[in-house]
């Protein structure tokens, strides 16, 4: 209040706060005073009520009190004390109270005349209060200690007013302690109840009807728009067109729902405004606002229903149109932000269409959520498909890449890794910028897209690396197929036939040589294009190592005894010299034998060519023999029986199959043609005397009998005199019978020559062969 713009309420309603520089704890309640202006003559509940909460809860209450006003009825507040000690002594239970009225502006008159009087009006007030029968005889002294103290005039002694409001400060230090101002206080409630305990008292005061008696138009329009309400919220809930809208919004988005549930809400409403139109008006319209509230938070669960259906159509028609831009080839940004601008303009529509009037609500939330899905469909379906590309980017490069790399690493030579490059940078430079093509569709920035063709050209590399490591490890079976195919093969890719002619050193060092030069090729990654000195430097210590080059070896470092290539980074490095040089060793050990083997093919073919002997062997046979060769000139017999005998010599030769017999070694062979040399004998003798028996006696050939079924031994356990038939029935195939009578070439080399071990081992060339020479031997026998 400023003193010089007039005079007006100071305090309104009830402060609180903590005192400070108190001890212990103190809390100050600042009530409205009484008899104010601003509330006028028919608002006095609230001075009642702030006045009993006061004394209710409260150690010390000051009361000021002017000091003219003392000795006054309405002025000194009289009849307030004792409305509020008539409440309180009904409503509470009697707890100790100190009551210290403050005589401000004190006058000339001392406080010791003052105070009796003060004493006096309070007593009186006392008595005529109307008690319960416990405390009916109960003096003021057990429920209120009343103390008084005077403060001078502000305006007129403000420093002597200023000292007495120190001095008043003063005695509320240690209120608590023996003597101090509430130091007999009782029924104290705890700091951690007086929340409760304060919320408690206040409620019992406001709704003692003693204190607070609205008018009777008030309370006849509570009670009825009440009732009114209760009414109108009971038919909305069993009303059966809100019923079925709430069960079909169960379901499915239901058209038209706004408009249905808004024609729903304000039939009832009206409803009660025509019965409650006549009750007061500011009751009938909080009674309505409590009911439209009850009505909108009923029907706010079918709202929100209804608009969970809108955002998943929003989401499924998103997905569908995407679906079907992607298709028609559309750009994949551009489809995404079209079918979102449809879809939330769709769900917008569907939202504006579900709102109703009577309510605020705010769809932003479910907006958002609906944005927010559709968002992470499409970044979803976005990184499928950036995978998908990328993965079908991946394979071609692998298929482009991998097929060519192998075959230049099989024909391994000094362009290779040329090539590779070449391949590498050529099919990179076809598919990468389709690739980046593909992505402008999805308008990404350009840092992106920059680092998915990296990471894709770094994949490419990955692959040629993977496929040339792989091969490494593979590089000692390369080196001999090499070594094969040059040692093996002229120049015009026809296998070699080893004569004796060819230079098999030579051969051999240009075979070692070029795979040498593999090996060199498959030492390490070779990116760049600079040349190295890796082929020179392992042709040099591994293929032209002399004794000398080992003498100098030994003098100086061996260039292979390391881990790493001068040439090449360690982490291209895919063999290392040291593993060179064991590799090396290995592919000599396990090529020596083939060429041992072409060593000892030439040996056999100049021993096989030699049919004569040597001129020498020629000249002493002509000069030692000279006598015999006479002979036989001399008399023709000896040079018969001579030819004679070499026929049936080379008769048995074919027969015994000697050749063969001679394949698993000499001494094998001797046994067994040692052992069929007599049955084969006896057979020839046995058919030359069957054939001839014939032409002696002129008896037509027995017939062939049929075979036994029992197993017959072989022809070697035979009798010597056992006939020819018996021989040419045992040897000879089931599917082709003879006559005993008829020669036949092929039933008598078969059984004459071979056991049933070697019948069946023979091959049908081999056996036409031994039996055209069987027929010819069996002419001249």
Same mark, same amino acid.
């Given at each position: 209040?400023?003193?010089?713009?007039?005079?007006?309420?100071? *305090?309104?309603?009830?402060?609180?706060?903590?005192? /400070?520089?108190?001890?212990?704890?103190?809390?100050?309640?600042?009530?409205?005073?009484?008899?104010?202006?601003?509330?006028?003559?028919?608002?006095?509940?609230?001075? &009642?009520?702030?006045?009993?909460?006061?004394?209710?809860?409260?150690?010390? #209450?000051?009361?000021?009190?002017?000091?003219?006003?003392?000795?006054?009825?309405?002025?000194?507040?009289?009849?307030?004390?004792?409305?509020?000690?008539?409440?309180?002594?009904?409503?509470?239970?009697?707890?100790?109270? *100190?009551l210290l009225f403050v005589i401000r502006d004190k006058t000339r008159t001392p406080l010791e005349h003052l105070e009796p009087v003060l004493r006096e009006d309070i007593q009186k007030i006392w008595n005529s209060v109307a008690k319960p029968e416990a405390h009916k005889d109960t003096p003021i002294s057990e429920f209120f200690n009343v103390q008084v103290t005077a403060l001078s005039s502000f305006e007129e002694k403000e420093e002597q007013f200023r000292e007495q409001v120190q001095q008043l400060r003063q005695r509320f230090s240690n209120s608590i302690a023996p003597g101090g101002l509430a130091g007999d206080r009782r029924g104290v409630v705890p700091a951690s109840g007086f929340l409760f305990s304060s919320q408690q008292i206040w409620k019992v005061i406001r709704e003692n009807k003693?204190?607070?008696?609205?008018?009777?138009?008030?309370?006849?329009?509570?009670?009825?728009?009440?009732?009114?309400?209760?009414?109108?919220?009971?038919?909305?809930?069993?009303?059966?067109?809100?019923?079925?809208?709430?069960?079909?919004?169960?379901? +499915?988005? /239901?058209?038209?729902?706004?408009?249905?549930?808004?024609?729903?809400?304000? $039939?009832?409403?009206?409803?009660?405004? &025509?019965?409650?139109?006549?009750?007061?008006?500011?009751?009938?319209?909080?009674?309505?606002?409590?009911?439209?509230?009850?009505?909108?938070?009923? /029907?706010?669960?079918?709202?929100?229903?209804?608009?969970?259906?809108?955002?998943?159509?929003?989401?499924?028609?998103?997905?569908?149109?995407?679906?079907?831009?992607?298709?028609?080839?559309?750009?994949?940004?551009?489809?995404?932000?079209?079918?979102?601008?449809?879809?939330?303009?769709?769900?917008?529509?569907?939202?504006?269409?579900?709102?109703? &009037?009577?309510?605020?609500?705010?769809?932003?939330?479910?907006?958002?959520?609906?944005?927010?899905?559709?968002?992470?469909?499409?970044?979803?379906?976005?990184?499928?498909?950036?995978?998908?590309?990328?993965?079908?980017?991946?394979?071609?490069?692998?298929?482009?890449?991998?097929?060519?790399?192998?075959?230049?690493?099989?024909?391994?030579?000094?362009?290779?890794?040329?090539? @590779?490059?070449?391949?590498?940078?050529?099919? *990179?430079?076809?598919?990468?910028?389709?690739?980046?093509?593909?992505?402008?569709?999805?308008?990404?920035?350009?840092?992106?897209?920059?680092?998915?063709?990296?990471?894709?050209?770094?994949?490419?590399?990955? !692959? $040629?690396?993977?496929?040339?490591?792989?091969?490494?490890?593979?590089?000692?079976?390369?080196?001999?197929?090499?070594?094969?195919? #040059?040692?093996?093969?002229?120049?015009?890719?026809?296998?070699?036939?080893?004569?004796?002619?060819?230079?098999?050193?030579? @051969?051999?060092?240009?075979?070692?040589?070029?795979?040498?030069?593999?090996?060199?090729?498959?030492?390490?990654?070779? =990116?760049?294009?600079?040349?190295?000195?890796?082929?020179?430097?392992? *042709?040099?210590?591994?293929?032209?190592?002399?004794?000398?080059?080992?003498?100098?070896?030994?003098?100086?470092?061996?260039?292979?005894?390391?881990?790493? =290539?001068?040439?090449?980074?360690?982490?291209?490095?895919?063999?290392?010299?040291?593993?060179?040089?064991?590799?090396?060793?290995?592919?000599?050990?396990?090529?020596?034998?083939?060429?041992?083997?072409? #060593?000892?093919?030439? %040996?056999?073919?100049?021993?096989?060519?030699?049919?004569?002997?040597?001129?020498?062997?020629? !000249?002493?046979?002509?000069?030692?023999?000279?006598?015999?060769?006479?002979?036989?000139?001399?008399?023709?017999?000896?040079?018969?029986?001579?030819? #004679? +005998?070499?026929?049936?010599?080379?008769?048995?030769?074919?027969?015994?199959?000697?050749?063969?017999?001679?394949?698993?070694?000499?001494?094998?062979?001797?046994?067994?043609?040692?052992?069929?040399?007599?049955?084969?004998?006896?057979?020839?003798?046995?058919?030359?005397?069957?054939?001839?028996?014939?032409?002696?006696?002129?008896?037509?050939?027995?017939?062939?009998?049929?075979?036994?079924?029992?197993? %017959?031994?072989?022809?070697?356990?035979?009798?010597?005199?056992?006939?020819?038939?018996?021989?040419?029935?045992?040897?000879?195939?089931?599917?082709?019978?003879?006559?005993?009578?008829?020669?036949?070439?092929?039933?008598?080399?078969?059984?004459?020559?071979?056991?049933?071990?070697?019948?069946?081992?023979?091959?049908?060339?081999?056996?036409?062969?031994? +039996?055209?020479?069987?027929?010819?031997?069996?002419?001249? /026998?």
């Amino acid at each position: 209040m400023d003193a010089f713009r007039g005079r007006s309420q100071t *305090t309104k309603g009830i402060w609180i706060a903590r005192c /400070v520089e108190v001890e212990p704890c103190t809390v100050v309640l600042d009530l409205e005073g009484t008899d104010g202006r601003e509330r006028g003559e028919d608002d006095t509940a609230f001075e &009642k009520q702030s006045a009993l909460f006061a004394l209710a809860i409260s150690d010390i #209450v000051l009361i000021n009190m002017w000091c003219h006003d003392i000795g006054r009825e309405q002025a000194a507040n009289k009849p307030l004390l004792k409305t509020v000690f008539q409440v309180m002594m009904r409503l509470f239970s009697p707890r100790k109270t *100190t009551l210290l009225f403050v005589i401000r502006d004190k006058t000339r008159t001392p406080l010791e005349h003052l105070e009796p009087v003060l004493r006096e009006d309070i007593q009186k007030i006392w008595n005529s209060v109307a008690k319960p029968e416990a405390h009916k005889d109960t003096p003021i002294s057990e429920f209120f200690n009343v103390q008084v103290t005077a403060l001078s005039s502000f305006e007129e002694k403000e420093e002597q007013f200023r000292e007495q409001v120190q001095q008043l400060r003063q005695r509320f230090s240690n209120s608590i302690a023996p003597g101090g101002l509430a130091g007999d206080r009782r029924g104290v409630v705890p700091a951690s109840g007086f929340l409760f305990s304060s919320q408690q008292i206040w409620k019992v005061i406001r709704e003692n009807k003693d204190l607070d008696l609205p008018a009777h138009k008030v309370m006849v329009a509570t009670v009825r728009c009440d009732e009114i309400a209760n009414e109108k919220f009971g038919c909305i809930t069993s009303d059966k067109e809100w019923l079925d809208l709430e069960s079909a919004v169960q379901s +499915g988005p /239901v058209p038209g729902f706004g408009k249905k549930l808004g024609n729903i809400v304000d $039939v009832h409403l009206q409803e009660y405004d &025509k019965e409650a139109v006549y009750f007061d008006e500011a009751v009938r319209k909080g009674k309505r606002q409590h009911l439209e509230s009850r009505i909108i938070n009923l /029907v706010q669960p079918a709202f929100q229903k209804m608009l969970a259906h809108l955002r998943m159509k929003a989401l499924e028609k998103f997905k569908a149109g995407l679906n079907s831009s992607l298709e028609s080839g559309k750009g994949f940004a551009a489809a995404v932000r079209d079918n979102t601008e449809c879809s939330i303009k769709e769900f917008e529509q569907g939202c504006a269409d579900a709102v109703i &009037k009577q309510a605020n609500w705010d769809c932003s939330k479910i907006l958002e959520k609906a944005r927010r899905d559709i968002e992470d469909h499409a970044l979803s379906i976005r990184e499928s498909k950036l995978s998908e590309l990328t993965t079908h980017a991946k394979e071609k490069l692998r298929k482009a890449l991998a097929e060519p790399v192998e075959s230049l690493f099989d024909a391994a030579d000094q362009t290779t890794w040329a090539s @590779i490059r070449n391949v590498y940078r050529r099919e *990179t430079e076809s598919i990468l910028p389709e690739f980046l093509k593909t992505l402008c569709g999805f308008e990404m920035e350009y840092a992106p897209a920059e680092e998915m063709v990296s990471k894709l050209r770094d994949y490419a590399r990955s !692959v $040629v690396e993977s496929k040339a490591k792989d091969e490494a490890s593979k590089v000692l079976i390369h080196m001999k197929e090499r070594f094969t195919t #040059v040692f093996s093969h002229d120049k015009d890719s026809i296998p070699r036939v080893w004569t004796g002619k060819e230079d098999v050193r030579a @051969i051999a060092k240009d075979a070692r040589s070029a795979a040498l030069k593999l090996l060199s090729v498959m030492v390490g990654i070779r =990116w760049d294009d600079e040349p190295d000195g890796i082929e020179s430097i392992l *042709t040099s210590t591994l293929l032209e190592g002399s004794v000398v080059s080992k003498i100098a070896s030994a003098a100086s470092a061996d260039p292979l005894a390391s881990t790493t =290539w001068e040439e090449i980074p360690p982490k291209q490095t895919m063999i290392t010299p040291s593993q060179c040089k064991s590799l090396w060793k290995q592919f000599k050990a396990e090529t020596e034998f083939t060429i041992t083997q072409a #060593v000892s093919t030439q %040996q056999a073919h100049r021993r096989g060519n030699s049919k004569l002997p040597p001129p020498w062997a020629i !000249v002493a046979i002509a000069i030692l023999g000279f006598n015999e060769i006479m002979a036989l000139l001399r008399n023709p017999i000896y040079l018969f029986l001579l030819f #004679v +005998g070499y026929l049936i010599f080379k008769a048995l030769a074919v027969q015994l199959d000697v050749s063969r017999e001679f394949q698993n070694g000499v001494v094998p062979g001797i046994f067994s043609v040692s052992a069929k040399l007599l049955p084969t004998i006896q057979n020839l003798v046995n058919k030359v005397a069957a054939e001839q028996q014939p032409e002696h006696h002129h008896h037509p050939p027995p017939a062939i009998e049929p075979p036994q079924p029992q197993m %017959q031994p072989p022809p070697l356990l035979l009798s010597p005199r056992s006939p020819m038939s018996e021989l040419r029935r045992l040897h000879m195939p089931p599917s082709s019978p003879r006559k005993v009578a008829s020669p036949s070439p092929s039933s008598s080399s078969s059984s004459a020559v071979s056991s049933p071990r070697h019948v069946a081992e023979d091959q049908k060339p081999r056996s036409e062969v031994a +039996g055209h020479e069987s027929n010819i031997a069996d002419s001249i /026998v």
